[in-house]
């Protein structure tokens, strides 16, 4: 099990990219230095004790001593946290969670994004070496595509006002990509999008992992609030703990 460690972290930046994604840094060195892609941070986003719980979110990648994040403002967490500045001090807990394999052996790797869930993707591309690697990135709309630290991006979107009208799923699969044994997908979205991917992996065979993006609350298996379906054994896993990262046929979405 990780040894998870809480560091206070001065923001370096924390800069708005479209109307709801912002890309914040912080100084987290002990994290930075431990942390694998795939994995993700509790962050405590207020000084005080509203809200209550801290609030995850993936490595979207690591500069030296920086860790990086991007967000979406969707409550009152992530509001919050848009109005943090330079210099103010964040507490982040980690490293939490188990990350992507990227070890194995593949050629192609095949970053499929749904919206936010692009955010894992920089840090796992900046780590898989010597290896063909092609993105699938889908976003609602033209003005909130974030294609930040990904390599070789095909665009979605739900109106269709950049690239292909549909969903990043959509577009991965007119593509009519070569997928093979040599070729692993790696993807995060919402569990409708994953979903549909896990079908799609399943009927071709394709060797898939997939971030689940479950709320939850304590991060590391105390509070038992974001189990997921195990396939294996009609039994729950725990996506904090067993996750966030799993592989396509072990989990029912
Ligand atoms: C392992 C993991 C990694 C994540 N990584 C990122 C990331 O890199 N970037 C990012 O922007 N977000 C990420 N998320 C989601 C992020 O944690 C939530 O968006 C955030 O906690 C919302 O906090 P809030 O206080 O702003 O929203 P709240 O006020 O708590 O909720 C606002 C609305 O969002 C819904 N909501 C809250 N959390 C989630 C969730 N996890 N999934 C779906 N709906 C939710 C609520 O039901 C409510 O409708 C991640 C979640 C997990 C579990």
Redesign the pocket.
């Known amino acids: 099990m990780n040894k998870i460690i809480i560091e206070n972290s001065i923001i370096e930046s924390n800069d708005k990219l479209t109307e709801s ?1 912002y890309l914040l840094k912080v100084h987290s060195p002990i994290i930075a230095s431990k942390i694998k892609p795939g994995q ?1 941070c509790n962050v405590k ?1 207020s000084d005080t004790d509203y ?1 209550l ?1 801290r ?6 990648d690591v500069e030296n001593h920086l860790i990086v ?13 848009a109005q943090k500045m330079e210099g103010e001090v964040l507490s982040i807990l980690g490293p ?2 188990n990350g992507f394999n990227f070890d194995d052996d593949f050629e192609t790797a095949i970053i499929i994004g749904g919206g ?2 692009v ?2 993707f920089p840090f796992l591309i900046r780590n898989i070496t010597n290896k063909k690697i092609v993105s699938y990135i889908g976003f609602r709309n033209k003005n909130e595509i974030v294609d930040y630290g990904l390599t070789n991006c095909k665009y979605a979107t739900d109106d269709g006002s950049f690239g292909l009208k549909g969903t990043c799923i959509d577009l991965f699969k007119s593509e009519n990509t070569i997928l093979n044994s040599k070729t692993k997908i790696f993807a ?1 979205g ?1 569990n409708p999008m994953l979903k549909s991917l896990i079908e799609y992996c399943s009927d071709k065979n394709l060797n898939c992992e997939v ?6 609350a304590c ?1 590391f298996g105390i509070c038992q609030g ?1 189990v997921v379906e195990s396939k294996e054994d009609d039994e729950y896993k725990l ?2 703990k067993d ?2 990262v799993f592989k396509f046929n072990e989990i029912k979405l």
């Open positions: 994604i993700f986003v809200p719980l609030r995850p979110f993936s490595i979207c994040f991007l967000y979406q403002v969707v409550g009152v967490g992530t509001e919050i946290l939490l969670g936010i869930g955010a894992p995060c919402p971030s689940l993006e479950s709320a939850m991060g974001c996506v904090c996750g966030p």
